[in-house]
């Protein structure tokens, strides 16, 4: 069983950058994408990226060109920089893990969760 747990979060100024991590435990990361989702009241919860195992890399289209995910199988963490925030960008954000999700931007798709963490982005 795939344990993920998110750090990284703060508050940042519009414009700056953080950087979200998710340390994977339980079972082999390498055998599993891993996506990441956040969380508004008024938007619910949205894909915001996806890495396959195979090291495909997917982004919404409100974030492209300002985050970028990536894996480390062997330290098993993914990663998520995020650049230029804005306070848009303000949620919990919550890695999810599957085998074989059957589409990046449903959270139904993804067996495993982690407990989020909180992204502030003041304007």
């Known amino acids: 069983q795939l344990q993920l747990v998110e750090s990284g979060g703060g508050l940042v100024q519009s414009g700056g950058s953080l950087r979200l991590s998710c340390a994977a435990s339980?079972?082999?990361?390498?055998?599993?994408?891993i996506s990441w989702f956040r969380q508004t009241p008024e938007r619910g919860r949205e894909g915001v990226s996806c890495?396959?195992?195979?090291?495909?890399?997917m982004y919404a289209d409100s974030v492209k060109g300002r985050f970028t995910a990536s894996r480390d199988n062997a330290e098993s963490t993914v990663y998520l920089q995020m650049n230029n925030l804005k306070p848009e960008d303000t949620a919990v954000y919550y890695c999810?893990?599957?085998?074989?999700?059957?589409?990046?931007?449903?959270?139904?798709?993804?067996?495993?969760w982690g407990l989020g963490a909180q992204v502030t982005v003041s304007s």
């Open positions: 999810a893990g599957d085998s074989a999700p059957y589409n990046m931007y449903r959270k139904d798709s993804y067996e495993y």
């Open positions: 339980g079972s082999t990361l390498e055998n599993y994408a």
């Open positions: 890495t396959y195992s195979d090291g495909r890399t």
